[in-house]
């Protein structure tokens, strides 16, 4: 048995309990794909063997469908709090892009405070647990305005449920070079941050968001291709958030043998497991943590190990 869980990169929309997707649709009168509830997990997850990104972020759909009201959005992270206390979890840094659940006329300010009274519920019912909440910034067009939002809104809430931002998206499509002025500001702000490099895109990627002063990588694998950038990952302490099954899924890792997971850990890299989507990926901590025992002979002390470093990493 693994103590001092700890889940430092984990999407809230990837994560919803899927009666409660069905509940919430029927509430807002959203048409859901199907009229049989028990079939409506089949849109929420991806098949085992997903065979694409496109696949895996169809399943983002139907949840940021019904994550444009306030008491939903205070819902779904009580519940998340909820589930994780279950799993035994510690401490938790829970993200999600407030500029997803304004399409129907709640501000960004708004999304962050439904959240956090669902976070603040949750840490007051479920007193064994810690957690914080991460926004994430989005890679695409036109949505300058709504990245600047959401680190001007960070700033107010920092330390009062928000712990940092993050930068999440499609990382081929747009390359993180092209927000070097976000992170100016977010420096300038004071704000800690992460950014998601090194899953879809190559090292190229890190090494940006390492330029850009991130202390914490969310995947950061493909760090193996580059032999110069893996040295100073390790000598700069640099965190990544990995996340294996997921991993998988997106196909950052083309298979199971192919994943770089143990060899970086060997080699001295501050890797922490995390689930990434738990829903999307039908995972847990513990499926994560059997899977690299399996898959990569990890041992309980290693794993622990992992759980030392993501501690050291938190950012609350
Ligand atoms: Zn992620």
Not at 147 to 170: H, M, P, R, S
Request: hydrophobic letters at 40%; proline letters at 3%; one cysteine or more.
């Amino acid at each position: 048995m693994i103590k001092n869980k700890i889940d430092l990169h984990l999407h809230l929309d990837g994560s919803l309990r899927p009666e409660t997707v069905w509940e919430l649709g029927r509430e807002q009168d959203i048409v859901l794909p199907t009229k049989a509830k028990e079939e409506l997990e089949g849109f929420l997850r991806v098949p085992e063997d997903c065979k694409s990104l496109t696949e895996y972020l169809q399943c983002f759909d139907l949840p940021l469908m019904v994550l444009q009201k306030a008491e939903a959005i205070e819902r779904v992270v009580y519940e998340l709090i909820e589930d994780l206390k279950e799993e035994g979890v510690i401490y938790a840094e829970i993200r999600f892009a407030p500029q997803f659940s304004t399409k129907k006329g709640l501000s960004q300010e708004q999304v962050v405070e439904a959240a956090i009274a669902g976070l603040n519920r949750g840490l007051k019912d479920f007193s064994s647990i810690k957690a914080s909440l991460i926004l994430c910034c989005m890679r695409g067009e036109g949505n300058e305005e709504e990245n600047l939002k959401t680190i001007e809104v960070a700033g107010k809430y920092l330390g009062k449920g928000v712990c940092a931002v993050d930068l999440a998206g499609a990382e081929a499509l747009f390359k993180t070079e092209c927000y070097e002025g976000l992170f100016e500001k977010v420096r300038k702000l004071g704000l800690p941050f992460t950014i998601h490099a090194g899953e879809a895109d190559g090292a190229e990627s890190i090494k940006k968001a390492l330029e850009f002063g991130a202390k914490r990588i969310g995947h950061g694998i493909r760090v193996i291709e580059d032999r110069e950038l893996l040295e100073k990952v390790i000598r700069e302490k640099i965190t990544l958030e990995v996340c294996p099954i997921s991993n998988l899924h997106t196909k950052a890792a083309k298979d199971v043998n192919s994943h770089p997971i143990r060899v970086l850990f060997d080699m001295g890299v501050r890797v922490t497991v995390n689930t990434d989507n738990r829903t999307v990926s039908n995972t847990s901590l513990d499926r994560e943590y059997e899977f690299l025992k399996k898959y990569y002979q990890f041992q309980e002390k290693e794993i622990e190990k992992m759980n030392e470093y993501a501690k050291e990493a938190a950012f609350f």
